[in-house]
């Protein structure tokens, strides 16, 4: 009798991007080399993204419980013969924490996990995305078949607004309320929607979801359709998440061929059906109002929501549209009830946990699924591990372009909807990007209006006129043409383009010159009164330089200078000319003792 | 002398030749054929703007004609940015002057505005037909930039002080009888043009605003200490033909033009809406003292038999020493075109008569030629119901609702009258400030050589 | 081409006289902000909605004769131009300026003019003046008699209704007229 | 139901919108992008207008937004002028030599430094309203359209081409608040979104009237054969008076 042995290979785009396809197709041969009569029974599987990406291609073997990361085709042959056959451990592929300088037999005892709290995520990477088998093992349906056998429509509704849920694409707006006008409005048919049009870049919780975990938004969405009356759903995935699309796709094929989706559902009248709607590709679609114009075949503009879209949305018709993270929360609340997930979070308005993408200058970057009011602190420190090369933080951007960035001083900041919105930021779909001292705030936030000002729809004068001139404003300074009033007027600007705008993406817009402002202004006024930029990015305003006294000539940056602009000896100070310097900031990223410094 | 040719003119390029001016005009001066433009005998015409009231040959905007809308309006003498339709019978206007003097800082300007005006310039802001609105127009004034806003009205007492006397005088002496009013300047004109022998018959008072001006430049020019050269006085007036009176010569003493410039009520209007003045919000305002002070006499002046009516006020008094029994004299008020009445003064019947609308006046003048009249004193208004009905009053759009409108001004008139603490002209205690501390008394030198005139015959002799 | 027609206004070219009252009045009854009643009132852009012609020896006004199955109606585009019980009327605000009723208009009824109500108006003062169809509509919005014909100082406009006086010899003017226009 | 407007008690039908409301009651509110026969687009902003429900005070723009209860609105406080402006300042720096731009920056008391500050482009004339495009499209011809997004926004043929489907009516140009569509008539020719179009000469005085192409539109709308024999307005006029002249002289 030979012993069940499960391998997990993430197939997700991030590993795929990483040659994990490549180590699935080895690892499928080698298993087949073994042949039906070997002691193991390998079992392999293709899985979504576990959120570790940057360590990726990620493999992992049950029961053992054993995860190897980094895996390359070559090792595929090693990880057989030594630890599915001997079940010997091979070091060099073990998790690294940098934290403690040790290797981890399983990742889930990292900092990076162990603080971690996965509803949303809670299959993603454990399971093949596309077997239905996978999703019931670990749960799926349960609650599905819990609503239809044992619960009314009106049930449904009172869990999910006892969960306390909230909209998890933006504004937070909550869930069981935004049910509850659909379903009391009379009228047929009501619209399902998912939101899959995940736009900030840096954000890619939604598609792991959709690519690894489909079933539960294909629950969630029917979930919702039961208690609101929905007859059609439409899934809007962005263009570009081909995986995502197809995972779907197939996962809703499967569910129609097992009468958890389309007609009479599991032999109930109740019948519900999903069609995928491929994105128009633009930022704006993000935008309810956007999305349904674009379902409808319209150009992508929003529309002013004077009448909510849950009263008249699509074609006209009660519409109940949430993002791809708020639909995988609906099913395990059902299941668990409302009290359950209310338990989680915050004590105020902020419930269940929210997933995060964690990128930037942080050692430990990926998907990180926290409960709400945990503190940026230990999002970044404890789980992120701290600042990439332990450089001085400076900020956290959060919640996408329209977000903000916030100083150290809020690191200590709970993350919730609301604690955000008051210190200027937002918590979007949960982009967060950190930033070292070698972030120059004027540029970055000249990069999202420029990201914005091409995204905008460009319907409205505020958010199109308005976003464009705040970038002019913005790359005058940073080339150093900053006038003085700049600062005045770029608050001008913000602050009618906050209240003025058509859509709340032209009225969060403003959102990073607010913030940038708040609390970046002395950064702003040196670069406009003393053409400098202390982060050494914004070129017209940087000389290097090297201080004699921490300078002990190790020779690093005169290696690396592309301009060869560095003169010294070995163990000598070194010195930089300032006329051949190209700034490129190499010298200094890679100095170990901060001789390098802007003057 | 100016010749009515740069008054009154009817534009050819559209005129349709409807010839309804000609219907209208009192004197024939418009000749034509039908259907074909127009053209006014400059000899006849006496100003009184009635065909600029009736005539509707506007300029369309389907219709292209080869003279710009700008060029239009600077060729009538009307601001640039009027907003109005153009018809072809305009007359000139005098609003392009008076905007440059308001904005000259070194002028004295004052402004003094005829009794119809009140009770008409509301309507082109919207105002009910007849609106009396007064104290609006005395506060826009102001806004607009004159220094004293004095009033015509005064002047109309003046006037009664001395046309009064003159006629007491006439009768007592045995004077040449009957006396006509000489407040019209197109009556003037006409009988300087057409009875040059019987212009000893109109009174030699010069028509209210001309004293008015003459005493702003005088007696005004020193109890507000200017130098009466710094003085530029601005009258507004319901009368196309009032700036025609301004220019002529005789109007001035000691060098000082009497009147500066007339303007229309509507050339008002259009300076206000101009300026951004809004009639409609703007608050109700006093008129400046002493000067400004009127009495319900004066201010009837604007309606046919309003003089008459006025005078007889004033000259029963003088005359009996005693106060008129009924001060309200309907019998003048309003009618036929030539009405008369009798007015006992105790030891002799004063007999009068009132012609309101030139037309009526040709039978009584040949009366008087025939020296078949009887009559004392004769009122003549040119435009049918007197000055409110006026050729330089707003033009109301329908001719069904211009009754309304002549009937609902004159009410106004009337009804400011009713209301007002004086009623008599010889009772306006600016009045009678003005004879004890400059003018002495009625008829008096003074008065001879500042508010009395002389007629000229125009009669061409062929 | 149905005996019926629609009630309409026509002139008599023998009474009129050209004075073009008609217009003036047309275009003030219509005016929707401004009601007053006097020329101060009206602005420079005079819109009349029956168009005074002159021609050699007959001069007169010009208007719509209300076809049944109007062609500036089956034409317009935007559906701005409707028929209420037996008139044809232009909205003249869903109007758009694109003159395709005035190229199909048989009589010449209709014309562009200058629409300085409901405009581009910006704290009272207007910055862009569009252009809109304009035709007469009887005066069926404000009521009462057609301003033109109760202006009219000659007497020469006058309202038919041809199911009534169908031997009055404006009902026959405009029934020849109809015909001389269908082969046009 | 009755809302009030600055203070003013206004009648009002539950779903009007505020603009129309206003307007009835003489209450101007500023507009650019709006027009009675195309509305809805609600891009230029400048009708913004604050609604007060329960003390609680919110901006909307008044030329889409329905009164459904008995709300208070304030047309012309000072932070609404002081959107406006701004939205009219952005509108100058990005039109700086347009006529009714200008218009409305002096209006709106726009400072000249302000406009200076940033890169201006004196060809710019449209304002993006989108009313062009509407116009066109309920013509159903659909010619012209507003592409790209954001900075890079602009109305036009597709690809630039001159469009198979314009007919060069010019309504776009009408329709236009800033005059910044370009339509030339010159012996015989209209040129307009870089397509020519011959024009229709009248058949009695000779004058141009309209494109082949929209002569032809609107007889096909009518279903009919276009007369060979085409007159301009004034000369059908002109004709219909001499036709109604001869009919009475004859009856």
Redesign the interface.
């Known amino acids: 009798m030979s012993d069940k042995k499960t391998v997990n290979i993430c197939c997700g785009t991030g590993c795929l991007a990483k040659g994990s396809m490549e180590v699935y197709e080895e690892m499928k041969a080698q298993i087949a080399k073994l042949g039906a009569n070997a002691e193991v029974n390998v079992k392999l599987k293709a899985t979504g993204c576990d959120g570790l990406c940057e360590k990726g291609p990620v493999l992992k073997i049950y029961p053992d419980d054993i995860a190897y990361f980094k895996v390359k085709v070559e090792d595929v042959e090693d990880v057989v013969k030594k630890t599915l056959m001997n079940g010997e451990i091979i070091e060099k592929l073990l998790y690294f924490e940098t934290a403690t300088k040790q290797r981890l037999r399983n990742h889930k005892e990292s900092e990076f996990c162990k603080r971690q709290y996965k509803i949303a995520l809670r299959n993603v990477g454990e399971i093949d995305p596309i077997s239905l088998e996978d999703y019931v093992e670990r749960g799926g349906y349960k609650a599905l078949k819990k609503a239809i056998g044992s619960m009314k429509p009106e049930d449904v509704l009172e869990e999910i607004s006892k969960s306390g849920l909230r909209g998890r694409g933006g504004a937070g707006f909550p869930t069981g309320r935004k049910w509850k006008t659909a379903a009391d409005i009379d009228t047929s048919p009501i619209y399902v929607v998912c939101n899959g049009d995940e736009g900030d870049p840096g954000a890619f919780m939604d598609r792991s979801i959709m690519e690894g975990d489909p079933n539960s938004v294909i629950e969630g969405m029917t979930l919702c359709a039961y208690a609101v009356g929905g007859t059609n759903g439409f899934a809007y995935i962005r263009d570009e998440y081909g995986l995502a699309v197809e995972n779907m796709q197939k996962a809703i094929n499967k569910a129609k061929e097992e009468n958890l989706l389309g007609n009479n559902i599991l032999g109930t009248d109740f019948s519900f059906d999903i069609q995928i709607v491929r994105g128009g590709g633009?930022f704006?679609c993000g935008e309810s109002t956007a999305l349904m114009s674009s379902i409808e075949g319209m150009?992508g503009e929003p529309r002013?929501k004077?009448?909510h879209t849950t009263e008249k949305g699509l074609w006209g018709q009660p519409t109940v549209l949430n993002n791809v993270e708020t639909w995988a929360n609906v099913p395990i609340i059902i299941e668990k009830g409302g009290d359950w997930y209310h338990a989680i979070g915050t004590m105020e308005k902020s419930k269940g946990t929210k997933v995060f993408s964690l990128v930037g200058k942080v050692k430990n970057t990926g998907l990180v699924e926290v409960p709400m009011g945990t503190t940026l602190r230990e999002i970044i420190y404890d789980i992120g591990g701290g600042v990439l090369n332990d450089r001085k933080f400076k900020a956290v951007q959060i919640g996408g372009p329209s977000g903000g960035c916030l100083p150290a001083e809020y690191l200590d900041l709970p993350v919730d909807y609301d604690t955000l919105v008051k210190a200027d930021s937002m918590m979007g779909s949960g982009g967060m990007i950190v930033m070292d001292d070698r972030t120059c705030m004027v540029d970055v936030t000249r990069y999202y209006l420029s990201f914005?000002?091409?995204?905008?729809?460009?319907?409205?004068?505020?958010c199109?006129?308005?976003?464009?001139?705040m970038?002019?404003?913005l790359t005058d300074i940073c080339d150093g043409n900053g006038?003085e009033?700049?600062i005045e007027?770029l608050l001008?600007?913000c602050?009618?383009t906050s209240?003025?705008?058509?859509c709340s993406l032209g009225k969060s817009a403003p959102n990073p010159v607010k913030a940038a402002i708040r609390y970046f202004r002395d950064e702003f006024e040196e670069h406009i009164n003393n053409k400098r930029c202390r982060a050494g990015v914004c070129k017209e305003l940087t000389t290097f330089g090297i201080d004699e006294d921490k300078c002990i000539g190790c020779d690093m940056c005169k290696k690396n200078c592309p301009a060869d602009c560095i003169t010294g000896e070995i163990k000598k100070p070194h010195a930089i000319d300032a006329d051949k310097c190209v700034r490129c900031g190499n010298c200094m990223n890679i100095c170990k003792f901060n001789a390098v410094k802007v003057l | 002398m100016p010749t009515s040719a740069s008054m009154i003119n009817i534009d050819e390029e559209l005129c349709t030749g409807c010839r309804r001016c000609a219907d209208v005009c009192p004197v024939d001066a418009i000749e034509g054929e039908q259907g074909k433009p127009q053209k006014i005998n400059t000899e006849k015409c006496v100003m009184c703007g009635q065909c600029v009231q009736v005539c509707k040959g506007y300029q369309s905007v389907?219709?292209e004609v080869p003279t710009p809308l700008s060029k239009r309006l600077f060729d009538r003498g009307l601001l640039k940015d009027v907003d109005e339709p153009l018809f072809a019978a305009y007359n000139k206007g005098q609003a392009k002057k008076v905007k440059e003097i308001l904005q000259n800082e070194d002028v004295f300007k004052i402004v003094q505005c005829a009794p119809a005006v009140r009770v008409a310039i509301g309507e082109d802001f919207g105002l009910p037909l007849g609106t009396l609105s007064a104290g609006k127009m005395a506060a826009a004034l102001r806004k607009l930039g004159f220094d004293k806003v004095y009033d015509t009205n005064f002047g109309a007492d003046l006037t009664i002080m001395e046309e009064g006397s003159e006629l007491l005088k006439r009768v007592a002496e045995g004077g040449v009888l009957p006396m006509f009013t000489s407040c019209c300047p197109a009556w003037v004109k006409y009988a300087e043009q057409t009875y040059p022998e019987l212009l000893d018959h109109i009174s030699s008072c010069k028509s209210p605003h001309q004293m008015a001006g003459a005493i702003f430049k005088t007696y005004g020019a020193e109890i507000n200490k200017v130098n009466p050269a710094k003085i530029y006085n601005v009258s507004v007036m319901p009368c196309t033909c009032k700036e025609f009176e301004t220019e002529r010569e005789e109007m001035e003493n000691s060098g000082y033009r009497n009147v500066d410039a007339a303007i229309t009520t509507r050339e008002l209007a259009q300076l206000l809406k101009d300026a951004n003045i809004d009639f409609n919000t703007i608050e109700e305002e006093e008129f400046d003292a002493p000067l400004g002070m009127y009495t319900g006499a004066g201010t009837i002046f604007g309606a046919t038999g309003g003089v008459m009516e006025a005078a007889l006020r004033t000259g029963y008094e003088l005359y009996t020493k005693k106060t008129i029994p009924s001060i309200d004299l309907t019998m003048v008020r309003g009618g036929e075109g030539f009405r008369t009445a009798e007015v006992d003064l105790g030891d002799f019947k004063l007999k009068v008569g009132v012609v309101s609308g030139l037309k009526n006046v040709k039978q009584v003048m040949e009366a008087v030629k025939a020296g078949k009249c009887d009559l004392h004193f004769i009122e003549v208004m040119t435009c049918p119901e007197g000055c409110i009905s006026g050729g330089g009053q707003p033009k109301v759009i329908l001719d069904s609702d211009k009754e309304e409108a002549y009937n609902n001004r004159k009410k106004g008139l009337y009804n400011h009258d009713a209301n007002l603490t004086y009623r008599k002209s010889h009772e306006n205690p600016e009045i009678k400030k003005l004879y004890e501390e400059f003018l002495g008394e009625p008829l008096g030198a003074k008065s001879h050589e500042l508010l009395h005139t002389k007629y000229i015959s125009r009669k061409k002799e062929n | 081409m149905k005996p019926e027609f629609n009630s309409f206004v026509?002139?008599?070219?023998?009474k009129c006289i050209g004075c073009r009252s008609c217009e003036i009045a047309c275009a003030a009854k219509h005016r929707k902000?401004n009601q007053g009643k006097t020329i101060g009132t009206m602005n420079n852009k005079v819109t009349p909605r029956l168009?005074f012609?002159k021609?050699k020896g007959?001069v007169?006004p010009?208007q719509c004769r209300h076809c049944e199955d109007a062609?500036c109606l089956?034409?317009c585009?935007?559906n701005?131009i409707v028929e209420k019980d037996g008139s044809i009327i232009i909205n003249e605000?869903?109007?758009?300026?694109?003159?395709?009723c005035?190229?199909?208009?048989?009589?010449?009824?209709?014309?562009?003019l200058p629409r300085t109500e409901?405009n581009?108006?910006?704290?009272?003062?207007q910055?862009?003046v569009?252009?809109?169809a304009y035709k007469c509509d009887l005066c069926k919005e404000e009521g009462g008699e057609p301003a033109c014909v109760k202006e009219c100082p000659k007497d020469a406009l006058r309202l038919v209704d041809p199911r009534e006086d169908k031997k009055d010899?404006s009902v026959?003017?405009a029934m020849?007229?109809l015909k001389?226009?269908a082969n046009? | 139901m009755k809302i009030t407007i600055d203070g003013k008690a206004c009648e009002a039908e539950k779903g009007e919108f505020i603009l129309q409301i206003a307007?009835r009651n003489?209450i101007?509110i500023?507009?650019?992008c709006?027009?009675?026969?195309?509305p809805g687009l609600?891009?230029?902003?400048?009708c913004?207008v604050k609604v007060i429900d329960r003390g609680r005070a919110k901006?909307?723009?008044s030329c889409?937004?329905?009164v459904s209860k008995e709300v208070e609105v304030v047309t012309n406080d000072d932070e609404i002028k002081?959107?406006r402006k701004?939205?009219v300042m952005?509108?100058k720096?990005?039109c700086p030599e347009n006529k009714?731009v200008d218009?409305?920056a002096k209006?709106f008391g726009v400072e000249e430094k302000?406009v200076k500050?940033?890169?201006l482009d004196p060809e710019e004339n449209c304002?993006?309203c989108?009313l062009c495009a509407k116009?066109c499209k309920?013509?159903?011809t659909g010619a012209i359209s507003?592409v790209?997004?954001?900075?890079?926004?602009e109305v036009a043929t597709p690809y630039h081409e001159p469009s198979p489907e314009c007919i060069g009516?010019a309504?776009c140009a009408?329709?236009?608040?800033?005059?910044a569509i370009k339509v030339v008539d010159k012996d015989g020719e209209r040129k307009i979104w870089g397509k020519k179009f011959k024009m229709v000469k009248c058949d009695l005085c000779g004058e141009y009237f309209?494109t082949e192409e929209?002569?032809k539109?609107?007889?096909d709308?009518?279903g009919v054969e276009k007369?060979e024999?085409?007159?301009c307005?004034?000369?059908?006029?002109?004709?219909?008076?001499?036709?109604?002249?001869s009919?009475?002289e004859n009856?």
């Open positions: 633009a704006v150009v002013a004077y009448i914005l000002a091409e995204e905008s729809c460009g319907k409205c004068v505020p199109r006129e308005g976003v464009k001139r970038l002019e404003i006038k009033g700049d007027e001008e600007i602050s009618m209240k003025a705008s058509l | 389907y219709d | 026509i002139a008599d070219p023998d902000y168009f012609v021609n007959n007169m010009v062609p089956n034409a585009p935007v701005a605000s869903a109007c758009i300026g694109c003159q395709t005035t190229i199909v208009c048989p009589v010449g009824a209709v014309s562009l409901g581009v108006v910006t704290g009272g003062i910055v862009k569009r252009a809109a010899r026959k003017a020849e007229l001389i226009n046009l | 307007r003489n101007y500023p507009t650019l709006h027009s009675d026969a195309l609600a891009s230029c902003r400048l913004i901006i909307v723009t889409i937004f329905p002081r959107m701004n939205i952005l509108l720096v990005r009714e218009e409305l209006v302000r500050r940033f890169k304002v993006l989108g116009a309920e013509l159903g507003t790209n997004r954001g900075m890079y926004k009516c309504s009408n329709v236009c608040p800033t005059n309209a929209h002569v539109y609107a007889y709308r009518l007369p024999k085409l007159m307005s004034s000369c059908k006029k002109k004709v219909t008076a001499k036709d109604i002249k009919i009475f009856a």
